[in-house]
């Protein structure tokens, strides 16, 4: 709170602390909600007036006074945040509101792609051009295990993992000799390349796709599956967006770690100049392998549950112009800023399903959004934090003042970065 | 056992395809070789230079002028309208996707223009037939030609194929190809705004301090680029016969690895680049059975073996990047 | 402390705002909680309608909705049935996920007894999976891939148009029995339209003993043909069958006749039948043959009705080679809407359909055991003087022309 022209506010006692984190963590669900359960004209209102207070609110520095806050009183703005999530799938489980969870799950599922993608795009400034391609790998890897080997969705999801892997491992290796535009460009072949292979394979159902993918299930308990519960149908989507939302938040949180780790840390150093990190003694190579792989790894279990969801994978899901929108949707939702990529990830989920039928118009509104937010506003709704070392030097020296004080953690300060 | 008429048919196409690719090369490289960015939506510039051609040409035909007027009054009519916009729409690049990132990151510019690339495919597909159905309707009224759909397959006007011979066209498109590329090497060794062009891209700050007025020889640069690029969206446009909206994608993609693999800051190595991937592409379709389905796989391979093992291309010095 | 007074005021009221939004959702559009019962009392039945309305099939997709909106319409204004029948209408854009979301959309809506759809195989299959796990029938009434009709998908997946290998193996009547061309070379795109074509009439040569000279499978964005075209010269071919949408056939026969190779049969299949196909011009396109499901609209009184009712409503898209069908798609569904009385139900309908016998412009539809139609039926096509007509009626069925390669 050192800026005197932004929102400085100080809540005194702890409580009001903590009924401010409350409520502002149900405002911002009450709100996602509503977006997503409005009729079109609505909700497209509704996500125009989020844009414009996410900018108000970057402006007057209030994100920043929220994250300080969140971050204050961690646990409770974690357990809230949960608690919310959880309950989205509730809210959402009639069968009559089978479509809205439909959508919300496939924003989930976008979002964990575009948190993979982040690692590259945002931490390291290598922008990939393949999201879709890896996506697809995921995808694929669940179609052939649970269909054509007919095994487990499990075994799907490992073999997901593998193949994702692997191939951010294989990707990654020509961009230790390259960069900027010829990295970019390796990945687009990569992309197109497996598109046009993937049509051109039998075993992998050629342009037919793969029809009948197993979802997960555990026992009995399949995870897409339509239930009835105290004489309430509801809708099919009802576990696997109970299991989506908890890989998301987990993704979620492994992205914050490696923010504010030596590895994000790092990561941005390469962004800034190569060449100087290395002077620094960081290993490039590891590292942008490193982005690579948990990258990949993100997009594949994103598209493994996206097989499971939709039962059916084709090459028409994965394609160049997919991994476009996955590009706009971090550029979109800030970069290098989970909380950002999720949000741009949700919105423009959205904002697709509700302007269905001005389909027409879809890709030419992506491409303006694009040109519009990197001429505007190039670091995104939720601009990334700056790492305030300053912050985390004093609290460390108080603490050493007043080894008593109860309230900070060592946990705190990693997080403070 | 393969005839030898096969084979010449083959490197045939394969070189009219190539100087398809070449010509949008070129737009990639120049723009490379001056500003250090890739201005990503060379494709599309050209392909709306084809349709803002037949848009004219179709307007023209209302008029009853094409019929009367002679043939290469016409063409250059039309080509002078293709240049006009596609300069406007370099211009526009330059102001939208280029100078508000010069300060920024190198790959800001390629992300905004894929997007503006887009902006103008997309454009073209929703625009082109309200635009040229209204143009058509109050300059022709009655005689007017109407459009189908602009996201359908358009057929572009056979200007080049003097009396219906295919091979004149084949050899027209060689030659312009041929006399673009002297012109544009002269120009650019032999002219003092050329010359210019070419210091800026070896040090922006020490032309400055030179004398050379940069920004000015910025926009000179997207000027021509745009000319360039009209004259390859004829030349395309006239080799396919039928324009699609979305061509312009795969042109951009195709013409940015031949410059890739030629060596991007230059334009000889467009000239290879875009032979070589050509050559790729039609050698396998015509040898490999059933090669079609894997030409454009082998030719992306062959661009990535390139980035990875030579990335200066095959015309192109190796620069180490010191602090 | 005047600051905290106003920030506690605003989060309340932003709170309050985004609450009331929340609980008023459910009543505003998506279908209320309250409807899960069905149709006991329904006054308004509704359908689902899919297309391709935006993308590349948009010309098909969009002639389809036309056609399927004006029967809902015309049963509408027709008084027979006691509620009033409203349709959803999807956009596919020809893409699994938009499909699936799509599906989705339909079967959350209680009021949904049925639905139609798919100009697309990938789409449809994709879709098939929410239909059948919501228990509510889809009658496809344009995709064309043998597979989407199957066991077990059965009852809740029906078809009305004929499969590839139906529309395939009356082309290669004419074209291999009675025209009698033996040395072949078969061009497809990669996509799941060329694939299947590929494979269908590959089946129907290697019945005959024949092999194929050669075969090709091309980029669905390709547009240079050269090396495909020096190919086919080379390898001898008397005739060329093109699996493919109009993009790649219209270029193809382009191509083939400025390198010269005229004296050649180019014989295709539906998705190239559009007018697009003419742009290439009248010269260029000459003797193209297709093959295209159901009969000739202009040779029967329902089909020719159905050509003055689409006219006169003032559509902008022209009536495609499918067009005829999501009209009998709607016809069958109000059929089967007629069979379950006031208060039809998606349980009512999937017998209702599966059981149908509906004549429309075709003649009779009914459906076999896996649920695809029994009415089969196919024409010829071919472009004389830059026209599509009817192969029948034209100068090549009666030998004033002849095609190439003979």
Redesign the interface.
């Known amino acids: 709170m050192t800026d005197k022209t932004g929102f400085s506010l100080k809540l005194k006692s702890d409580a009001s602390q903590r009924l401010a984190v409350v409520l502002i963590n149900v405002f911002i669900f009450a709100l996602a909600y509503a977006i997503l359960r409005a009729p079109a004209f609505v909700s497209l209102a509704f996500i125009l007036l989020v844009i414009v207070g996410l900018l108000a609110a970057d402006k007057y520095r209030i994100i920043a006074w929220v994250y300080d806050l969140f971050i204050r009183h961690k646990k409770l703005a974690f357990t809230v945040a949960f608690l919310c999530a959880m309950a989205m799938p509730l809210l959402f489980a009639p069968k009559s509101s089978q479509y809205i969870a439909h959508i919300a799950v496939m924003a989930c599922i976008y979002s964990m792609v575009c948190l993979g993608l982040n690692f590259q795009m945002g931490s390291a ?1 290598m ?1 990939n051009f393949a999201p879709a391609a890896f996506m697809g790998i995921g995808a694929y890897s669940m179609a052939v295990v649970t269909v054509n080997m007919g095994l487990s969705g499990w075994i799907g999801i490992l073999a997901a993992i593998f193949f994702s892997c692997t191939a951010g491992l294989l990707i990654g290796l ?1 961009t230790l ?2 960069k ?3 990295l ?3 990945t ?3 992309q ?2 497996f598109t ?2 993937i049509k ?1 394979i039998p075993y992998f159902g050629g342009p037919n796709g793969i029809t009948g993918v197993k979802s997960l299930s555990i026992g009995d308990f399949a995870f897409y599956k339509s239930y009835t519960l105290f004489g309430i149908k509801l809708a099919p989507h009802v576990p696997l967006f109970f299991f989506c939302l908890l890989i998301l938040i987990f993704f979620i949180y492994i992205a914050m770690r490696v923010g504010v780790s030596h590895y994000g840390l790092s990561l941005n150093t390469i ?1 800034q100049d190569e ?2 990190a290395n ?1 620094l003694g960081i290993n490039c190579n590891r590292r942008k392998l490193f982005a690579f792989i948990i990258g990949s790894i993100f997009c594949g279990i994103g598209g493994a549950l996206n097989a499971g969801l939709t039962s059916f994978v084709g090459p028409s899901d994965y394609t160049f112009a997919r991994s ?1 929108i996955f ?2 949707m971090v ?1 979109l939702g800030g970069m290098d800023n989970p909380i950002g990529v999720v949000v741009g990830a949700f919105l423009l989920t959205v904002l697709t399903e509700k302007l269905r039928e001005f389909a ?2 879809a ?2 509104i ?3 959004v ?2 519009t937010v ?2 505007v506003r ?1 670091a995104g709704l939720i601009p990334k934090r700056v790492r305030n070392y300053c912050a985390l030097f004093n609290r460390k020296l108080r603490q050493l003042a007043e080894p008593a004080a109860p309230s900070v953690s060592e946990q705190t300060f990693q997080s403070e970065n | 056992m ?2 030898m008429g ?1 084979l010449l ?2 490197i ?2 394969a070189v ?2 190539g100087c ?1 690719y070449t010509l949008v090369a070129i737009g990639f490289s120049l723009f490379f070789g001056v500003m250090d960015v ?1 201005v990503f939506c060379c494709g599309d510039i050209a392909i709306f230079g084809a349709f803002s051609i037949l848009a004219s040409y179709t307007i023209l035909n209302g008029l009853g002028v094409t019929g009367t007027w002679p043939l290469l009054l016409v063409i250059l009519l039309l080509l002078l309208i293709g240049i006009l916009f596609c300069a406007v729409l370099g211009l526009l690049t330059h102001r ?2 280029i100078k ?2 010069e300060k ?5 510019p ?3 223009t ?3 690339g ?2 103008i ?3 073209i597909g ?1 625009m082109f037939m309200p635009v040229t159905n209204g143009v058509a309707d109050m300059v022709a009224g009655e005689n007017a030609v109407h459009v ?2 602009g ?5 572009f006007p056979s200007l080049l194929s003097l009396g219906g011979s ?1 091979a004149a066209r084949n050899i027209i498109i060689v030659l312009v190809t041929v006399v673009i590329l002297l012109l544009l090497f002269l120009f650019l060794n032999k002219t003092k705004t050329g010359l210019a062009m070419q210091a800026i891209s070896q040090n922006k700050e020490l032309s400055l301090m030179t004398g050379i007025n940069v920004s000015r020889s910025i926009v000179i640069t997207f000027v021509i680029g745009g000319v360039v690029l009209a004259i390859s969206g004829f030349l395309v446009g006239s080799y ?3 324009m ?1 909206f ?2 312009g994608s ?1 042109f951009g ?1 195709k013409g ?2 031949a410059a ?1 693999v030629g060596g ?1 800051r230059n334009t000889w190595g467009a000239v290879l680049g875009g032979m070589l991937l050509a050559f790729v ?3 396998v ?2 040898y490999v ?9 082998l030719a ?2 062959v ?2 073996i390139f ?3 030579k ?1 200066e291309g095959i015309i192109g010095e190796k620069t180490v ?3 | 402390m005047k600051n905290a007074k106003w920030f506690w005021a605003t989060l309340i009221v932003l709170l309050a705002v985004a609450l009331l939004f929340t609980g008023c959702g459910p009543q505003s559009g998506d279908g209320g909680e309250s409807g899960d019962g069905g149709g006991s009392t329904a006054s308004v039945v509704k359908l689902g309608f899919f297309a391709p309305i935006t993308g ?1 099939d ?2 098909e997709g969009t002639a389809a909705r036309n056609a399927f909106l004006m029967a809902i319409a015309a049963a509408n204004a027709s008084g027979e049935y006691p509620y009033t029948i409203e349709t959803i209408v999807i956009d596919d854009q020809g893409t699994d996920s938009v499909a699936v979301a799509g599906a989705n959309q339909v079967v959350a809506d209680p009021a949904v007894v049925a639905a139609s759809g798919f100009w697309n195989s990938g789409p449809a299959a994709a879709a098939s999976a929410v239909f059948k796990e919501a228990e509510i029938p889809l009658l496809i009434w344009g995709a064309i891939r043998d597979d989407l009709t199957n066991a077990g998908n059965y009852p809740y997946i029906t078809r009305s148009a004929p499969t590839a290998s139906q529309e395939n193996s009356a082309s290669a009547a004419v074209v291999l029995d009675d025209l009698g061309y033996t040395d072949w070379f078969i061009v497809s795109d ?1 996509g799941d339209y060329g694939q299947g074509n590929l494979e269908v009439f590959t089946q129907e040569l290697s019945k005959r003993g024949l092999t194929p000279l ?6 669905e ?4 043909f ?6 086919i ?2 390898s001898g071919a008397k005739a060329v069958y093109c699996g493919s949408t ?2 790649i056939a ?2 193809l026969k ?1 191509q083939l006749y ?2 010269g190779v005229t004296d050649i049969l180019f014989a295709g299949i539906s998705g190239m039948k559009t ?2 196909f003419l ?3 009248a010269e260029a396109a000459e003797g193209a043959l297709v093959v295209s499901p159901g009969v000739d609209l202009d040779s029967t009184d329902a089909g020719r009705a159905f050509t003055e009712a689409y006219n006169l409503a003032g559509y902008s898209e022209p009536i495609g080679a499918y067009t005829p069908y999501a009209y009998e798609a709607a016809l069958i569904l109000l059929n089967a809407l007629s069979a379950c009385g006031d208060a039809p139900t998606a349980e009512a309908m999937v017998d209702a359909i599966k059981d149908s016998e509906t004549t429309g412009i075709f003649g009779t539809t009914t459906f076999d055991e896996i649920g695809q139609t029994t009415n089969v039926a196919t024409y010829l096509n071919v472009v004389q003087d830059g026209k599509w007509i009817n192969y029948l009626n034209s100068e090549y069925a009666d030998g004033t022309r002849s095609f190439g390669g003979q």
Do not use: H, W
């Open positions: 400034d922008v020509p000799r390259t900027g535009y010829y970019s460009l390796v687009m072949a990569l197109l390349v046009q292979l051109n962004a060449v100087a002077c476009l590009i706009c550029i027409d118009y890709q030419l992506y491409a303006l694009l040109v990197l001429i190039p | 393969v005839p096969y048919d083959l045939g196409s009219l395809l398809t890739v939208f996707s508000p990132f920024s990151s190198a790959l800001m390629l992300l905004s894929i997007a503006l887009t902006v495919r997309e454009v929703l189908v759909s996201r359908n397959p358009q057929s295919t396919q016969t039928i699609s979305d061509n795969m993609i940015f690895s890739v991007l592409e039609v050698m379709s015509g059975p059933n090669g079609s389905a894997y030409a454009s796989i992306f391979v661009v990535v980035i990875v093992f990335p990047e010191k602090v | 590349g948009s010309a990669a050669g075969s090709e499978v091309v980029q964005d390709a547009t240079d050269s090396a495909v075209v020096a190919k010269k080379n109009v993009e219209s270029l382009l400025q390198a007018p697009d742009k290439i011009g």
